[in-house]
Structure formats: C-alpha cells, structure tokens
C-alpha cells in the first residue's frame, strides 16, 4: 500500500508538469506562428472576430501563468532530488551545480538552432538559489519566496517602470526571416532576438527575474513540506483555496486589461500571475489526486517525466509547421487555427511519450542531461520501474 501511494504521488507530480508544459507549449506556437510579433494594433486588423476572442482568452487565462506554473514545478522538482540525495547520504550541492550547468547548456542550443524565446538558460542561473536555501527551514523559505514575489510589482512601481509588454511584439523583421526556406536566415535571426528583443522589455525582465526565483523557493518548500500528500488528505479544502486564488488572480488581470494602469500601488495587480498560477496548480492538483482521475494520470504522467524532451521537441515542430524550411505557415493562421495545431502537437507528444517508456527509462533529452550531468553515459534502456 505504502508503495502504491509512492506511485500515485509521484505520477501525480509528472501529471501536473504535463499540464503546465500544455500551457506553455500553447503559448510558444502563438510565437512560431507569427501572431506574438504583431502590434496589437495590426493584430486586431488582420484578426477575426471568434479569433480575437481566444487570443484575449489565451493573454487572460494562460499566458504568464503556465510559465509560473512551471517554474514552481522546477522547485518542486528540486526538493525530490534533494530528498533523494539525503536518503542517499549524498551532497547534493556540486552534483546539483553541473546539472545546472548543463541545463544552460541545452538552453544555449535551444535558443540558437531552436526557439529564441528560451526559458531553460533562465532556469539554469536562477536556479542556483535552490541549493543554498535547501537548507533553511520551511517556513524560511516559503518567507522568502513571497517576499521575492512580492518585490517584483514593488520594484515596478519604486524604480518608475512601464507596465510589462511581451517581448516579441513589434518584432515585425521576424516574420520575414522565419518565413525565409534558408535554415542560415533563421539561425542568424534567433541570434539577431536573442540579443535584441529584450531591449524594450526591462518591465518584463524584472517581473521575471523575481517572480520566478520567488516561484522557484515555494515550489521547494511545497516539497520540502509533502504538499503532494496534503493534496490527497486536503481536497476539498485546497480546492477551495485554489478557486480563491484563482479567481483573485483573474479579478486583478481584468482590472489590468480593462480598469486601471499598472502604475503606482495598482503595480501590485501583477501579481496575478503567480496568483493565478498557484490557483490552477492547487485545482488541478486536487482534481487529479482523486481515484477518479488514475486513467488521466495515466495519460499525463509520461509525458511529465520528460517535459524537457516535450519542451525542445515542441519547438522543433513549431520551426516545421511554420517557418520557412518547413511548411512555411508563419503569418497564415490565426488564433483558433494555431491553437489547434498546439493541441495536436500536445497529443502527439502525449502518445510519443506512452510509446518510448515502453522501452526506454528516461526521455531522450532526459538522458542527455543525466549523462552530462554525471559525465558518463547513464542506462536507458529497458522499461520503467516505479520511482
């Protein structure tokens, strides 16, 4: 029995960071599509009416929170390798620092033959916070973390910053080299993003830069204190809370869009991200800790153990359906059309996922990573025994 619950908890972590990678995977196909490097200005004139609707939908709903999501799934993921290097009578601090390391690494490649936009190298730095407050007590650093999340609205407001604006827009060059069927033209223009789009963007790096350490911290110290047991013994009650925060976070985010400028106190309704991201993990999370949900367990749980596979390969089919060298779909489709293709992606990867633990330990780029990590190749083969 004590087993078995092992296995449900750990198939209920990979399912929730399969679900946060949907989120981001649905996102990051608006940018290969072309529709993120638009004005909203030419978006609303080459949009319909239904397509307007979702992309609206998608800038409340999704965007920022699946990449929160995320990023406090990262944490989470960092206090089970922490528990399993003290169970092990390991330190886990120099063997954490080269998987770090190579984690920039895959990120570097990512951004430069791959997707511009990557969060991995981000990941990388920010994350070398995670083994130092490893040894702070719980409540410490679930402080902390607040206490960085809060600073990033404050910091907008106290250093006079614009209201944060995604970075691709306005990047109207793009459009025309990722419609170009030369592989050098998208490389040299991943290269041109990677140290230009961020230029205009300060207000949106420094609400990154905190909220994402912040999310990072609570996501260790939700690890650190069995908030996956809790899920299955607190259902009801940590529904409730994630609806709250939900719906605050969305009460904010409207405010923004409609309401006010996110200027002065009212910088604080940025924090809707997190808020928001933390109310969807907690619904989710307790919908799928119940029996009913085993058979979506089943279906997500793959995949979340190879969400960085899942990550790098979405990006590589984002490049085919839309860039140049491949289908050449950049600029053509609108909103509702991309979504779609997000969807089929998302399913495919899901089934590709099923598929490859039939015979193999960890994902492709999982393995990469291990390896590198301990500098010697590490097993794959054979099929999945529980964690």
Known sequence: MAEQTKQDRHALIDSLRAVALAGVIAMNMMT????????????????????????????????????????????????????????????????????????????????????????????????????????????????????????????????????????????????????????????????????????????????????????????????????????AENRARLLGLGLALTLAGLLMKLALRFAVEAEGIWALLNLQGPVMALGYLLLIGAALAGPAASGVRWLLAPLGRMTLTGYLMSAVFGQLIFYGWGFGLIGQLGTLAVLAVAAGLYALLLLFAQLWFRHFLVGPWEWLWRSMTNMKPQPIAGNHAPR
Do not use: C
């Not at 920022?64 to 330190?91: Q, T, V, Y």
């Not at 994350?127 to 999340?149: F, H, K």
């Not at 306005?170 to 419609?179: E, K, N, T």
């Not at 069995?226 to 899920?231: E, F, I, K, S, T």
């Open 32 to 231: 290969f599509s072309g529709l993120a490097y638009l004005t909203p200005e030419m978006r609303a004139e080459m949009l319909g009416t239904f397509d307007h609707m979702v992309w609206a939908f998608l800038r409340i709903f999704v965007d920022g929170k699946a990449l929160a999501a995320f990023s406090f799934m990262f944490g989470f993921s960092f206090s089970i390798i922490l528990n399993k290097a003290l169970a092990a009578d390991e330190r886990p601090g120099r063997r954490f620092i080269r998987r770090l390391g190579t984690l920039f690494l895959i990120g570097l490649f990512n951004a430069l033959f791959l997707f511009w936009a990557d969060i991995l190298m981000t990941y990388a730095l920010l994350g070398l916070i995670l083994p130092l407050a490893a040894r702070l007590p719980t409540r410490l650093i679930t402080a902390l973390a607040l206490a960085l999340i809060l600073a990033a609205p404050l910091t907008l407001a106290l250093g006079g910053y614009g209201a944060p604006a995604p970075v691709p827009r306005g990047h109207l060059d793009s459009l025309d080299a990722y419609a170009s069927p030369q592989i050098a033209d998208t490389l040299r223009q991943n290269w041109h993003m990677i140290m230009n789009a961020s230029e205009s963007a300060d207000s949106m790096l420094v609400l990154r830069l905190f909220t994402l350490s912040g999310l990072f911290l609570l996501g260790l110290a939700a690890g650190k204190s069995g908030l996956v047991l809790a899920l």
